[in-house]
C-alpha cells in the first residue's frame, strides 16, 4: 500500500488541475522520465493504475448501495451518508452523489485514473530495465483498466468523452472542450482496447499472492462480454427514451433503433470468455470442507458465503485484491453476544424484497409455486423438524421462511434461523437468532447495532471470522468483480435474446448454477411445481427466469443495480415499497407485520446519472442528462 500512495503523490505533479474533469498534462519530462526510469519506478505507477479501481462492495460504491436490496439504518447514516441521502432526497447536479465524473461526494477520480493509463502507455517503453515481455503484458492490463473506466463511466452517465491520449499543455482550448460520443462509439472503442490487450495477457497469475488481482485473460475476455451484452440490453439498444438526446454538432448519442446483431456479438463474446476461463481452470466452485462435520444441507447453507469470501476459490475470475472486507463483516453481521456490541455496527439491512426473491425448495419463484402459500406467506407456522438444518424447530415463524431453496438460508438471516460462523462451527453448536425487541440475539437494543428490516446478510462474511472478548478477527477476503456464475448467467441471457427460442445451450448454463444450488434443471421444475409449466420454452419465459436467477445468485454482490437499469426495469423495481418485518414487535404476531420505509421516488431522469452543472456551463461542448 505504501508504493501506491507514493505513486499517487507524485501523479499529483504531473496533473495541472484546470477545474475540468479532462485535465491535460504539462510537458514535463523530467518528472515523466523519473516516474518511468527502471523496472521499479514503472511497476510503482502500474500500481497506481489499479489503485483507482471503484471500490467494488464498499459503501462509497453505487452499484453496491444504491439498489432496492439493501436499506440503511438511519441512525448510522453517517456511514452511508451518500447512499441514505440519495434513496432519500434523490440526486442532483449541484453535487451530485457518488459523482465518478469530479469525484465528489463518494464518487472516485475515474477521468484522472483514465490520464494514469494513458501516461502509463506513453511512457513505459522509458524503463531502461523492463524486458520486451514484461512491458507488453503491464501495456496490456493498463489498456484493459482504461476500457474498464470508460465502461464503468458509461454505465452510470450513458454517452461519454472518449480519451484516447493525454493532450499536451500546448493543446488549443478548443481540442480540450471535447464531446461525450454515441454510445455505440463508446463501446467500439471499449471493445477495440480490450482485443488490443488480450493477446499479451497472461493466461492465468504465476503466484496469487504477489500477483493477486492482476489482470488475465479471462477477465479481458469476461469483461469484453459483460460490455457487450449491456450495449445489447434495452437501456442501450433501441432506446426510444433518449432519442431526441443530441449533442451541439447535432449528433444523436443514443441510437434508437434496435439491432438484434448486437446480441450475436454478446453472445459470441460471452462463449469465448467462458473457453478461455475453462481453460485457464476456472470452473465453478464448489463448498467441501473435509474438517468441518457438517450435513450436506449445512454445506449448501455456506456455499453462497464461501463463493464471495473464500479469496483463492476456483469460480474467481477477477477480484478487487485490495478490498479491506473486516469493514464490510462489520457492517452486515447481527450482534450475537455482549462482547459484539463493541465491534460491530450493523448498517446494511436486506429487504423483505429480497427475502421473497428467492425460489422455493422447488426451484420455482414462490408466487408461482403450486405447493407454496403465497397468499397466507405471512401467516405464522412453527418451524417443523426437518427444517432442523436452516430454522430452530418448534419456533414459531412466518410461512415465507420455510420451504426456500438453499441460498436463501445461505445468503439470509431471519428470525428463527441459524448462524454458522463466529467461532460456532459445528452443525450442533451454532447461534440461535431472535430478532425481536429486547433479544441479545440479534434483535433491537437501543438506537444502533440492529437491522432495520430485521434481516442480515449472510453471504457477506465468513464463517471463519471469529470474535475474542473485545475484537474482531476477521478472516480477510477479495470482493469478487466477476466469477463464472455471472458469465454463465450472461451467456444464457445473450443466447435467449438472439435465438427465436430457448435451446438446450440455454438451459445448459443457467442450470449449471441452479445445479450447483442443488435446484433440478429449469426443463424440470417448472412443469412439476410452476403454475406456469411452459415458461422456460418461450424467449420471454427464459428472459424471466434468467433475469430472476440473476437477482438471486448475484444477490448483495453490486450486481442489481446495474441489472435493473440495463433491462430497464429500475423505474417500477426502486418505487416498490422498501420493507421490513416490525422491529418494535416482542411477539411473533407483532414481529410479523410488514413495515414500509419512505423512499425517493425514482423517475427517468435518475437512471442516468446527473453532470456537474457547473460542468455543463464551464464546457462548451457537453450536454446534460435529460430530465437534468
Given at each position: 500500500m505504501k ?6 503523490i ?5 496533473v495541472?488541475?484546470c ?5 491535460v498534462?504539462?510537458?514535463?519530462v ?6 518511468f526510469?527502471d523496472?521499479?519506478?514503472t ?5 497506481t493504475?489499479?489503485s483507482?479501481l ?6 462509497n460504491?453505487p452499484?453496491f448501495m ?5 436499506w440503511?439504518?438511519k441512525?448510522l447514516?453517517n ?8 434513496a432519500?432526497f434523490?440526486n442532483?447536479?449541484t453535487?451530485p452523489y ?9 464518487g472516485s477520480?475515474?477521468?484522472?485514473a483514465i490520464?494514469?493509463?494513458n ?13 520486451s515481455f514484461?512491458r507488453a ?9 482504461k ?16 480519451v ?9 482550448t478548443?481540442r480540450v472542450?471535447?464531446?461525450r460520443?454515441p454510445i455505440?462509439?463508446?463501446v467500439?472503442y471499449?471493445?477495440t ?7 499479451d495477457l497472461?493466461l492465468?497469475?504465476?503466484n496469487?499472492?504477489s ?9 479481458a475476455?469476461t469483461?469484453?462480454a459483460d460490455?457487450l451484452?449491456t450495449?445489447a ?6 432506446n ?14 443514443f441510437n ?6 448486437k446480441?450475436?456479438?454478446a453472445a459470441v ?6 473457453d478461455?476461463?475453462?481453460l485457464?481452470g476456472?470452473?465453478?466452485y464448489?463448498?467441501n470442507?473435509p474438517s468441518l462435520n ?6 449448501l447453507?455456506?456455499l ?5 469470501t473464500d479469496?483463492?476459490?476456483s469460480?474467481?475470475?477477477w477480484?478487487l485484491?485490495?478490498?479491506?472486507s473486516?469493514?464490510l463483516?462489520?457492517?452486515t ?7 459484539h456490541?463493541?465491534v460491530?455496527y450493523?448498517?446494511m439491512?436486506?429487504?423483505l424484497?429480497?427475502a421473497?426473491m428467492?425460489?422455493?425448495?422447488n426451484?420455482?419463484?414462490?408466487e ?9 406467506r405471512y401467516e405464522?407456522?412453527?418451524v417443523?423438524?426437518d427444517h432442523?438444518?436452516?430454522m ?7 410461512k415465507?421462511h ?5 441460498r436463501f438460508?445461505?445468503?439470509l438471516?431471519?428470525d428463527?434461523g441459524?448462524w454458522?460462523?463466529?467461532g460456532?462451527?459445528?452443525d ?12 441479545m440475539?440479534?434483535?433491537?437494543i437501543?438506537t444502533?447495532?440492529y437491522s432495520?428490516?430485521t434481516?442480515y446478510i449472510?453471504k457477506?462474511?465468513n464463517y471463519?471470522s471469529t470474535y475474542n472478548a ?7 477476503f477479495d ?8 458469465l454463465y448467467?450472461?451467456?444464457?441471457e445473450?443466447?435467449n435474446?438472439?435465438l427465436?427460442a430457448?435451446?438446450d ?6 442450470n449449471h448454477?441452479r445445479n450447483?444450488?442443488g ?5 424440470q421444475?417448472w412443469?412439476a411445481?410452476?403454475?406456469?409449466p411452459?415458461k422456460?420454452?418461450?424467449?420471454a ?5 434468467i433475469?430472476?436467477?440473476r ?8 450486481q442489481?443495480f446495474?441489472?435493473l437499469r440495463?433491462?430497464k426495469?429500475a423505474?417500477n ?5 422498501i420493507?421490513g418485518?416490525n422491529?418494535e414487535?416482542?411477539?411473533a404476531?407483532?414481529?410479523?407485520q410488514p413495515?414500509?420505509?419512505?423512499r425517493k421516488?425514482y423517475?427517468l ?9 457547473d460542468e455543463?456551463l464551464r464546457s462548451k461542448n ?6 437534468w
Open positions: 508504493k501506491t500512495y507514493l505513486i499517487a507524485v501523479l499529483t505533479t504531473l495541472v488541475s477545474g475540468r474533469y479532462l485535465d498534462i504539462p510537458d514535463n523530467p518528472t515523466l522520465d523519473y516516474a526510469k523496472r521499479v519506478s511497476e510503482k505507477y502500474l500500481a493504475c489499479y483507482r471503484p471500490r467494488i462492495g464498499t459503501l460504491e452499484g444504491c439498489a432496492d436490496d439493501i440503511f439504518h441512525d447514516n456511514r452511508a451518508q451518500y447512499a441514505y441521502d440519495l432519500s434523490g442532483n447536479v453535487r457518488f459523482s465518478y465524473w469530479h469525484a465528489i461526494q463518494g477520480a475515474l477521468w484522472q490520464r494514469d493509463c501516461t502509463f502507455i506513453e511512457n513505459a517503453h522509458k524503463a531502461r530495465d523492463l524486458d514484461e503484458r503491464w501495456i496490456a492490463e493498463v489498456k484493459v483498466l476500457a474498464w473506466y470508460h465502461y464503468y463511466l458509461m454505465r452510470m452517465y450513458g454517452p461519454i468523452p472518449i484516447r491520449e493525454n493532450l499536451s499543455i500546448e493543446t488549443p478548443d472542450s471535447v464531446y460520443e455505440d462509439e463508446v467500439n471499449i471493445v482496447l480490450l482485443d488490443e490487450a488480450i493477446s497472461p492465468s497469475i504465476d496469487e499472492i500477483e493477486e488481482g492482476r489482470i488475465t485473460q479471462p477477465a475476455m469483461i469484453k460490455v451484452v450495449a440490453s434495452p437501456l442501450f439498444n433501441g426510444q427514451d433518449y432519442a431526441d438526446m443530441k449533442d451541439n454538432r447535432g449528433i444523436a448519442l434508437p433503433t434496435y439491432d438484434a446483431q446480441w450475436i456479438r463474446a460471452c462463449k469465448n470468455a467462458i478461455t476461463c475453462h485457464a476456472i470452473k465453478l464448489e463448498f470442507n457438517i450435513s450436506d444441507s449445512t454445506r447453507v455456506l453462497p458465503g464461501q463463493i464471495v479469496k483463492y476459490n469460480g474467481r475470475i477480484g485484491s485490495s478490498f479491506i473486516t469493514d463483516e462489520k457492517a453481521i447481527p450482534r450475537l453476544h455482549a462482547d456490541e463493541r460491530v450493523q448498517m439491512a436486506p429487504t424484497k429480497m421473497e428467492y425460489y422455493s425448495r426451484g420455482v419463484p414462490i408461482e409455486d403450486t405447493e407454496f402459500d403465497y397468499e397466507g405464522l407456522e412453527n417443523p423438524e432442523r438444518y436452516y430452530q424447530p418448534g419456533y414459531t415463524t412466518a415465507l420455510l420451504n426456500r431453496e438453499s438460508y445461505g445468503s438471516a431471519v428463527g441459524w454458522f460462523g463466529l460456532r462451527i459445528n450442533n453448536q451454532q447461534w440461535p437468532l431472535n430478532f425481536k425487541l429486547g433479544s440475539a440479534g434483535g433491537r437501543g444502533e447495532r432495520v428490516t434481516f449472510k457477506l462474511s471463519q473485545t475484537t474482531f478477527i476477521p478472516k480477510r470482493f469478487p468483480i466477476y466469477r463464472l456464475a455471472n448467467l450472461l451467456y444464457a445473450a443466447l435474446e438472439m427465436p430457448p435451446n445451450e440455454v438451459w445448459t448454463y443457467i448454477v450447483r444450488a435446484l433440478a434443471d429449469v426443463q421444475a412443469p411445481h410452476s403454475i406456469y411452459d422456460f420454452q418461450s424467449t419465459g427464459m428472459r424471466e427466469i433475469h430472476r436467477e437477482n438471486i445468485e448475484l444477490a448483495f454482490e453490486g442489481r446495474w441489472d440495463r433491462w426495469k423505474i423495481a426502486f418505487n416498490e415499497p420493507q418485518w422491529t414487535g416482542t411477539n404476531q407483532e414481529f410479523y413495515i414500509t420505509f419512505t421516488q423517475t431522469k435518475e437512471v442516468l446519472w446527473p453532470i456537474l452543472q455543463i457537453l450536454v446534460q442528462n435529460p430530465g
